[in-house]
Nanobody, 126 residues
Framework: QVQLVESGGGLVQAGGSLRLSCAASGRTFSRHTMGWFRQGPGKEREFVATISWSGGRTFYADSVKGRFTISRDNAKKTVYLEMNSLTPEDTAVYYC???????????????????WGQGTQVTVSS
């Protein structure tokens, strides 16, 4: 079992930056691939970024590539999402998630994730 709590959201102007954190509890965090997803107003929840359980592999949605960076600290049981050059289109509730399976490959599929946080709101003003 993995419990997840996101933090770091807020209101930022376009062009600004935010760093989201996701703190995990449970003994198996270091064995789970982690992902960030987001859900904008009136939109489906969409994939943002993922990092493998070892931290050795990451990949991103095209819409955030080059602007967002995912990282993890297994000793602190925390995954991060560094977001730069934010635009109003990045406004959404951001969720972190852990894969159902341990030692899974990095994945963008929602169905591969069974553990979710409650989300943190990011609002980017123009």
């Amino acid at each position: 079992q993995v419990q997840l709590v996101e933090s770091g959201g807020g209101l930022v102007q376009a062009g600004g930056s935010l760093r989201l954190s996701c703190a995990a509890s449970g003994r198996t965090f270091s064995r789970h691939t982690m992902g960030w997803f987001r859900q904008g107003p009136g939109k489906e929840r969409e994939f943002v970024a993922t990092i493998s359980w070892s931290g050795g592999r990451t990949f991103y949605a095209d819409s955030v590539k080059g602007r967002f960076t995912i990282s993890r600290d297994n000793a602190k049981k925390t995954v991060y999402l560094e977001m730069n050059s934010l635009t109003p289109e990045d406004t959404a509730v951001y969720y972190c998630a852990a894969t159902t399976a341990t030692y899974a490959s990095a994945t963008s599929y929602r169905s591969d994730y069974d553990y979710w946080g409650q989300g943190t709101q990011v609002t980017v003003s123009s």
